[in-house]
């Protein structure tokens, strides 16, 4: 099975195009992570994610950076930022846990202890070029818990610091 340099769908034997899967090339996904990164500098991302209408304008971007492309918003730049953003969650949550650093070098993973996570051993020796990318473009589309609070803290704490008014006791007004 062979693959143009641009990229496209998969020739098998005999020069039949195998259909269903969109093969990307190193210059396609390097145009993709260029307009991802232009689209978020104009402000198309939200704190949770993208605003509506961000997908034809990559595509628009993809055809300025690669005239001829074939590549278009649904299904190929929405299946590849769908694997990109599964990818991005796995790395940042192995790189949360104590044991797991990253090499900006080589982009992988670097760790002695491969049994900090079972998710280490498959994604430790992948090279990962995209990562401090996808650090700007989805940076906070992903909830990590570092900051959750708990209701009941979040109520003690409120209670703890609120100044009491001409006796009023707020701990006895919410049954405390």
């Known amino acids: 099975m062979e693959r143009n340099a641009i990229g496209g769908h998969v020739e098998g034997e ?37 605003k509506a209408g961000f997908q034809r304008e990559l595509e628009k971007g993809m055809r300025k950076l690669l005239p001829g492309t074939d590549i278009v918003a649904n299904p190929h730049i929405n299946s590849k930022l769908h694997v990109w953003k599964k990818d991005y ?15 900006s070098t080589t982009s992988t993973l670097d760790t002695i202890d491969e049994s900090v996570d079972p998710h280490v051993k498959t994604m430790r020796h992948k090279s990962w070029p995209y990562y401090e990318n996808w650090l700007d473009i989805f940076g906070k589309d992903r909830a ?33």
């Open 89 to 103: 969650g796995a790395l940042s949550n192995l790189l949360s846990k104590s044991g797991i650093g990253w090499n």
């Open 14 to 50: 005999k020069g039949k195009t195998i259909r269903g899967r969109r093969v990307w090339s190193k210059i396609e996904e390097d145009a993709l992570v260029q307009c991802l990164s232009d689209i978020v500098s104009e402000g198309w991302k939200a704190d949770n994610g993208f």
């Open 144 to 176: 990590t818990g570092e900051n959750a609070a708990d209701p009941m803290d979040l109520v003690d704490s409120f209670l703890r610091d609120a100044p009491e008014e001409e006796g009023e006791n707020l701990s006895s007004t919410f049954g405390l």
